[in-house]
C-alpha cells in the first residue's frame, strides 16, 4: 500500500518502547528514480525518515530465515544501543533490507523505526541489492587474533551491559578468549606451602581478592554467607567437601607427604552425622544460589550413600553424575582409585545455564572428565599437594564454570581449600564467593591469587594486605606476651 501519511524526520534517538504523542508531521522531499542521473557512483543525498511500524510491510519473499533467538538478540542490542541501522524500504514502504530488525522492533514495542527510502532505484535493482545485502557481508571473515584481543578487552572491562550483545554467546568468547587447557603442568595449579609461615587469618576474616571474596568461616552457617554475599546469588556452586576420609592412609603420596586431618568430616563422623552435615551445607548453598542454579558436589566412592541422600533432600533433581578420569591411580590395593565422582544437581526449577548443549557452541563436553591427576606431573605437581591434600587442577574447575555459567556471574564454593575455585573464576572472568574454615588454607589461597595475577588481597576490616595485616597482628601478639 502506497505511503499515504508525511513522514517525519528527526534526529536518531534511543528507541521508543512505549506509546508516545503524536508527532506534527513534516514534509520531507523523498527522491524519485531518474533513469542516467547524474548522482555519480555514491547515488542520491539519503535522509533517514522516521516511520510508523505499523506502516511498513514485509517482504512477500523473505530470503533469510530468522530464528526467534536471534530476533530476541537483534531487540536486546535495540534497546542497549539504539536503533542505529535504518531500514531500507521502497515508496510503498515494503521493507528491503532489515527484516530482522523490524522484526525486533516489533518484539520491543516501538512505535517508528529510522527508513530510508531508495525508491530511486528500480525494482531490479532493489531486488537484487536485497540479496547483495545480506550475501556480501557473509563473505568476509574475522581475524581471529584481533577478535580475542577486542573480545578480551571487552571481557576484563567494567560493562553495565552483557557482552553477549556483541553476538556472540558467553561459550564462543569463552572459547575464544580464553588459552586452551594446559596439557602439562598449569601454573594456575601451583599452590605456596600451608606450613611456609603461620597463619593470619583469623575465623571471622572476610578479604576482597578483586572481582572475588574469600572468608574464614563455616559453611553451615548462615552468618557466614550473609557476610560473603550480602545480597548477592550464586549462578553455580563448586563444592569440594572434606570426604569424611582420614587423610593418613588415603591421601597423598604414598606416605611421602603428610598431612594434618580437616578440621571436620576427616573420618570422625558416623554415616549418619556426614549425611546430616553434607545436608546442611546444601540447603544453605540452595539459599544462596539463584533459582535454576546447578551445582557441582565431589565426593569419593566411599561415602555415595551420603552424598545421594543430602542432594535429594536438598536439591530439585540430579542432573548428572561425572567421572573426572585422572591420568594415572592414585593409592590403594584392591584396584588403584584412578577417578572421583562429581555429582551435578539443579536447584530450584527455573531454566538453568547450557553453554555447550550437543556441541553446537563448540564445547564437546561428555560426563567423563580427563584431567592429570595431582600426581601426575613430578615435582612440582607434587608439591601442590603437600599444600593441600586434595587440590583439583584449575583446568577441571574451570571447564566447569564454562558449562553453566556467564561471564561475570558468582560462582560459590563452601570449601575453597587452597583457592583452585578462585584460580578458575579469575581465568573465565567469573566472581568466586568462597569459605574456608581453617585459616591457614584461607592464607594459602590467597598467596596463590597474589602470586600469579600480581595483584594484593584486601582485608575488609581493616583494608590491609594480607601481609600488613601479618604484621600488625605479629606486633599485637608480640605486645601481648610481654
Known amino acids: 500500500m502506497p505511503l499515504t501519511e508525511t513522514p517525519v524526520i528527526r534526529p536518531r534517538v534511543r528507541p521508543v518502547l512505549q506509546p508516545v504523542a503524536a508527532v506534527p508531521a513534516v514534509a520531507v522531499p523523498v527522491p524519485t528514480a531518474i533513469a542516467g542521473s547524474n548522482w555519480g557512483l555514491g547515488g542520491p543525498p539519503l535522509q533517514i525518515v522516521y516511520r510508523r511500524v505499523d506502516a511498513l510491510t514485509l517482504p512477500a519473499r523473505q530470503l533469510r530465515r530468522h530464528k526467534p533467538k536471534q530476533i530476541t538478540q537483534v531487540a536486546a542490542s535495540i534497546a542497549e544501543f539504539g536503533f542505529i541501522d535504518p531500514l531500507l524500504v521502497d515508496a510503498t514502504a515494503v521493507v528491503v533490507a532489515g527484516v530482522c530488525r523490524l522484526l525486533a522492533a516489533r518484539e520491543v514495542g516501538m512505535i517508528e523505526v529510522p527508513t530510508i527510502c531508495i525508491d530511486y532505484l ?128 588415603h591421601v597423598c ?127 612440582g605437581r607434587m608439591a601442590d599437594l603437600a599444600a593441600h591434600p586434595t587440590v583439583k587442577p584449575t583446568a577441571l574447575v574451570a571447564d566447569a564454570i564454562r558449562d553453566v555459567s556467564r561471564r561475570g556471574e558468582i560462582i560459590l564454593d563452601p570449601f575453597c581449600g587452597s583457592g583452585t575455585t578462585i584460580m578458575a573464576a579469575e581465568r573465565t572472568g567469573r566472581r568466586a564467593r568462597c569459605i574456608e574454615l581453617e585459616p591457614k588454607y584461607v592464607d594459602v589461597a590467597i598467596r596463590r591469587w597474589e602470586q600469579i595475577t600480581g595483584k594484593k588481597a584486601m582485608h575488609v576490616e581493616s583494608g590491609l594486605t594480607l601481609a600488613a595485616l601479618a604484621e600488625a597482628r605479629s606486633t599485637d601478639n608480640a605486645a601481648v606476651a610481654s
Not at 528500480?122 to 557481508?137: G, H, K, P, T, V
Not at 536447584?347 to 601426575?376: C, D, Q
Open 122 to 249: 528500480s525494482e531490479a535493482q532493489r531486488r537484487a541489492y536485497a540479496i547483495a545485502a545480506n550475501r556480501l557481508a557473509e563473505l568476509s571473515g574475522w581475524d581471529d587474533e584481533l577478535l580475542r584481543l577486542e573480545l578480551g578487552d571487552l571481557a576484563v572491562l567494567d560493562l553495565d551491559f552483557s557482552i553477549e550483545l556483541t553476538g556472540f554467546a558467553t561459550a564462543e568468547i569463552d572459547a575464544i578468549v580464553l588459552a586452551p587447557a594446559a596439557t602439562d603442568a598449569d601454573p594456575d595449579d601451583v599452590v605456596p606451602d600451608a606450613a611456609a609461615v603461620p597463619s593470619t587469618t583469623r575465623l571471622g576474616d572476610c578479604f576482597i581478592l578483586a572481582d572475588h571474596r574469600l572468608i574464614c568461616g563455616d559453611a553451615r552457617d548462615a552468618a557466614t554467607y550473609a557476610a560473603l554475599m550480602g545480597a548477592e546469588k550464586a549462578r553455580m556452586v563448586f563444592s569440594d567437601a572434606p570426604y569424611n576420609v582420614k587423610i593418613q592412609g
Open 253 to 379: 603420596g604414598l606416605g611421602a607427604i603428610k598431612h594434618d586431618e580437616f578440621a571436620m568430616a576427616s573420618g570422625e563422623m558416623s554415616q549418619t552425622e556426614f549425611t546430616t552435615f553434607l545436608t546442611a551445607v546444601f540447603f544453605r548453598l540452595a539459599a544462596a544460589s539463584v533459582d535454576g542454579s546447578i551445582h557441582y558436589q565431589c565426593m569419593d566412592f566411599r561415602h555415595m550413600g551420603e552424598m545421594l541422600a543430602a542432594g535429594t533432600a536438598a536439591y530439585s533433581e540430579l542432573k548428572n553424575l561425572c567421572v573426572w578420569k585422572k591420568s594415572s591411580g592414585g593409592m590403594g590395593t584392591f584396584y588403584r582409585s584412578q577417578h572421583e565422582l562429581v555429582f551435578v544437581y539443579k536447584s530450584g526449577r527455573a531454566p538453568h545455564t547450557n553453554n555447550f548443549g550437543l556441541g553446537e557452541t563448540g564445547r564437546y563436553r561428555t560426563n567423563v572428565w580427563s584431567y592429570a591427576g595431582a600426581n601426575s606431573f613430578g615435582k
